[in-house]
């Protein structure tokens, strides 16, 4: 079976820019590793900073459907493609429609939080785009539950659809040391901006005592002062690779998210955090609520940062060591990358033979 594998991705061995690249690096590797051939193609050139080019590249997806052509009549090709929300979503319609015109199976990949916010604001054209790219997929696979019942009601979806969550590789994880008595580290990686909570980040550890301090990793974004960053309790580690990431968080206690960012949906950072026994405390924005269960403390989008502080201080009073093994256990359970492609790998196998 091969797979084309069309939607951002990171580069192997390079630190992944936004949700979208982490995981369709992650599917790419993982059904490698079964043995599947995997042609992956970004939308765009990674990491282009230019936007001629970018616009150019845009225009060219509207004829990506010529690159399909060689596969009219082959067996067992599938074409998986997650195409972010937005304007992104009408040369995915078109590539989707065509594959379906030539036999290639498809699935289409719904990730992050915002596809029916979108599929509601921005009007009856998006709409039926979006009604085109989903009823044109052999099957559709989706990041979070709600979509489900959403897809099949709402745009009146009657094909196979599959809860695909964010997954993280729990092979090996390490066990988490956990400070009891402090001091206590608080962590966020990602993308560091105002919408990620990153100002509110700051303001908390302002708020906490001097046994708590405050480290963040990931690519800065211009809306983020750098001088803002340079405090005795906090730590700007840069952008580190997933090896050093994996022995930093091994000294961390307490994974901080207080997103606001309107494309929330499974939180890759969040994930990853609780695997390696880091206890949230995050915003209900997206699907967070459903990824941290009892395992940690979600509070409303509007908390300020004496909220996140009283939190914090709270969970610092609990077992954070019991706290720390249900974290690493849940994600274990659900988002378990050898679970989730597996199940991904089945469906792919299923729509390739029909």
């Not at 599917?27 to 900073?49: M, Y």
């Not at 995915?92 to 719904?110: E, G, R």
């Not at 492609?341 to 390739?352: G, H, N, T, Y």
Request: with cysteine; glycine share 8%.
């Amino acid at each position: 079976m091969k797979v084309l594998l069309w939607g951002p991705i990171s580069p192997k061995g390079e630190p992944s820019k936004g949700g979208y690249e982490a995981t369709n690096r992650k599917i790419f590797d993982g059904l490698k590793d079964r043995g599947v051939e995997v042609e992956s193609k970004a939308f765009f050139p990674n990491r282009s900073t230019n936007y001629v080019h970018k616009f150019l590249c845009y225009m060219a997806l509207f004829f990506r459907p010529i690159s399909l052509f060689k596969y009219i009549g082959t067996k067992n090709v599938v074409l998986q493609i997650s195409p972010p929300g937005g304007y992104l979503m009408y040369p995915s319609a078109v590539i989707v429609f065509f594959a379906n015109l030539f036999n290639i199976p498809t699935v289409v990949h719904i990730m992050a939080g915002t596809f029916f916010l979108y599929y509601e604001r921005k009007g009856p054209v998006y709409r039926w785009v979006i009604n085109l790219l989903i009823r044109n997929a052999s099957a559709v696979a989706v990041e979070g539950r709600p979509y489900i019942n959403q897809i099949k009601e709402r745009i009146g979806y009657n094909g196979r659809i599959i809860y695909l969550p964010t997954m993280v590789d729990c092979r090996n994880l390490p066990y988490h040391e956990v400070n009891t008595s402090g001091p206590y580290n608080l962590f966020y990686f990602g993308r560091l901006n105002k919408a990620k909570g990153v100002y509110t980040m700051l303001e908390v550890i302002n708020l906490l005592d001097d046994r708590y301090h405050l480290f963040l990793d990931g690519f800065l974004s211009n809306d983020i002062d750098l001088e803002r960053l340079n405090c005795d309790k906090v730590t700007y580690l840069g952008v580190e690779s997933k090896e050093q990431l994996r022995e930093t968080m091994k000294d961390m206690t307490f994974f901080i998210f207080p997103t606001t960012h309107e494309g929330e949906g499974q939180a890759n950072s969040l994930i990853e955090a609780m695997a390696f026994g880091l206890i949230p405390i995050t915003s209900d924005k997206g699907f967070c609520s459903d990824v941290v269960g009892d395992c940690g403390v979600v509070l409303p989008v509007s908390s300020t940062a004496q909220d996140y502080r009283d939190a914090i201080v709270n969970l610092s009073n609990e077992d954070i060591k019991a706290l720390s093994e249900k974290c690493q256990e849940r994600i274990k359970t659900n988002h378990n990358i050898v679970l989730e492609v597996q199940k991904l790998f089945e469906l792919l196998s299923d729509i390739a033979r029909e």
